[in-house]
């Protein structure tokens, strides 16, 4: 398997570059965020996923560890394929992706090109439960000794996941802001029950 490549970028197409590498130039499917990064005759590296059919060899690349590992997850969704898996990463950014997923956000994930509603479903119920334990999209960033660090403190000794308490204190902090810890794990919880 081809795990990661470092090459000159040759040429792009409107969803692939052809990354030059030890003289062979390989054609890799990306998906508009990474296309967007890349700049033809500059030197990249990709971490891959080589996708095998009886017809076909499709390497797919992406800039961060990260984002592979969310494509790979993507696709093990049953009915989402490679093809399908970057049409979606393409149409909303990985962690605005990640967001909804965890919160369930089904209108969210069927304006994304590709996704219909039992689509959506699928992923929401496939996925939701392991981004969440993987701390999902952007983890709550919070400042040692705030309300919002003593409400997630808080949400964990209750037995939430840091992934799941951080997205309901996202929702909470965004709905009225910074208050005392009491009223921020109050709106917290109206979103994990």
């Known amino acids: 398997m081809i795990d990661r490549l470092r090459g000159v970028v040759l040429d792009k197409g409107l969803d692939y570059l052809v990354l030059e590498v030890g003289g062979i130039g390989f054609r890799v499917q990306v998906p508009s965020f990474v296309w967007e990064k890349t700049v033809v005759g500059e030197e990249v590296a990709l971490?891959?996923?080589?996708?095998?059919?009886?017809?076909?060899w499709t390497l797919y690349g992406f800039l961060a560890k990260e984002d592979l590992s969310l494509f790979t997850d993507l696709i093990g969704v049953s009915g989402v394929g490679p093809r399908l898996g970057i049409?979606?990463?393409?149409?909303?950014?990985?962690?605005?992706?990640?967001?909804?997923?965890?919160?369930?956000?089904?209108?969210?994930?069927?304006?994304v090109p590709g996704i219909?509603?039992?689509?959506?479903?699928?992923?929401?119920?496939?996925?939701g439960e392991r981004l969440r334990k993987m701390g999902?999209?952007?983890?709550?960033?919070?400042?040692?000794?705030?309300?919002v660090a003593d409400a997630?403190?808080?949400?964990?000794?209750?037995?939430?996941?840091r992934g799941e308490a951080s997205a309901a204190l996202q929702q909470a902090v965004?709905?009225?802001?910074?208050?005392?810890?009491?009223a921020i794990v109050r709106r917290a919880l109206r979103h994990l029950l």
């Open 174 to 182: 965004a709905e009225q802001g910074g208050d005392g810890v009491e």
């Open 47 to 56: 971490h891959t996923y080589l996708h095998v059919r009886d017809d076909a």
């Open 152 to 161: 997630l403190a808080a949400l964990m000794a209750l037995g939430y996941s």
């Open 87 to 111: 049409k979606i990463l393409s149409g909303t950014s990985p962690g605005e992706f990640r967001q909804a997923v965890i919160n369930g956000d089904l209108a969210a994930l069927t304006l």
């Open 136 to 147: 999902g999209a952007g983890e709550l960033t919070t400042v040692p000794d705030s309300p």
């Open 116 to 127: 219909g509603k039992k689509t959506a479903q699928r992923i929401v119920l496939e996925l």
